[in-house]
């Protein structure tokens, strides 16, 4: 005979879910002195589309100016840029960094948090770092110029004066070139090119004169053009 009987009822198991450490990809990017500045390189997303991701970004130095937030903030006393995605929410970006002026220093050891927070309060991170490289620029060189009277036949004075406007150091005047000298006509310093121009250095220009003949150009306008170049370092 059967003497067995079965009862038979389900037992409901809910476990509350824990947040995953975040997806985090972070790239360097690279600007110009002097440039409008360039946006950071992160991307990142969460596990489950019932995390909520907060990004946080330090390390930014005070000389350095934030062009634009894109979409999050920035607390100065701090210096942390930070962002608050919606549930689910992936983000690719990140602030816009300007370097200071006449400035070639990178902006090194960036860090960047990112905290995906789940539903229960639980929470799980990332981190990265990450660089701004900034590319010298010379800026146009200081330039003035002018002539004395003379007769001709006489050494006539030349009143030239060049310098950097960057004075961190990082530029030289590279070379100063002076065109129109009349071809019987010389100057008491610098070197004669091939097609008629004269190159000097920025120490040639103390003193220097053109030489005229008698009989040669009465009325002529000389050109000068100077260069700067960025010193970078090897």
């Known amino acids: 005979t059967d003497n067995t009987?079965?009862?038979?009822?389900?037992?409901?198991?809910k476990l509350d879910p824990l947040a995953d450490a975040p997806n985090l990809k972070?790239?360097?990017?690279?600007?110009?002195e002097d440039s409008s500045g360039v946006a950071l390189k992160i991307e990142t997303s969460p596990n489950s589309p019932t995390e909520t991701l907060t990004i946080k970004v330090t390390g930014i130095e005070p000389s350095w100016t934030i062009?634009?937030?894109?979409?999050g903030t920035y607390d100065a006393a701090t210096k942390t840029w930070s962002?608050?995605?919606?549930?689910?929410?992936?983000f690719n970006g990140g602030p816009t960094l300007?370097?200071?002026?006449?400035?070639?220093?990178?902006?090194?050891?960036i860090s960047v948090n990112v905290t995906a927070t789940q539903t229960n309060g639980s929470?799980?991170?990332?981190?990265?770092?990450?660089?701004?490289?900034?590319?010298?620029?010379?800026?146009?060189?200081?330039?003035?110029?002018?002539?004395?009277?003379?007769?001709?036949?006489?050494?006539?004075?030349?009143?030239?004066?060049?310098?950097?406007?960057?004075?961190?150091?990082?530029?030289?005047?590279?070379?100063?070139?002076?065109?129109?000298?009349p071809s019987n006509y010389s100057l008491s310093a610098g070197t004669k090119l091939a097609n008629g121009d004269w190159l000097?250095?920025?120490?040639?220009l103390s003193g220097l004169k053109i030489n005229t003949v008698k009989g040669g150009s009465l009325d002529f306008t000389l050109t000068v053009v100077s260069t700067s170049k960025e010193q970078v370092a090897a």
């Open 5 to 13: 009987a079965t009862t038979t009822t389900t037992v409901k198991v």
């Open 26 to 32: 972070v790239t360097d990017v690279w600007t110009k």
């Open 67 to 71: 062009t634009n937030l894109n979409g």
């Open 83 to 90: 962002i608050t995605l919606a549930p689910g929410a992936s």
């Open 98 to 109: 300007k370097p200071p002026a006449d400035s070639d220093a990178d902006l090194t050891g």
């Open 123 to 181: 929470t799980a991170s990332a981190n990265a770092t990450t660089n701004v490289y900034v590319d010298a620029v010379a800026d146009a060189p200081n330039l003035s110029a002018s002539a004395s009277g003379g007769n001709e036949g006489a050494q006539i004075a030349l009143n030239i004066a060049t310098s950097v406007k960057d004075n961190d150091g990082s530029e030289k005047i590279d070379s100063v070139v002076i065109k129109g000298v």
């Open 200 to 204: 000097l250095t920025s120490d040639q």
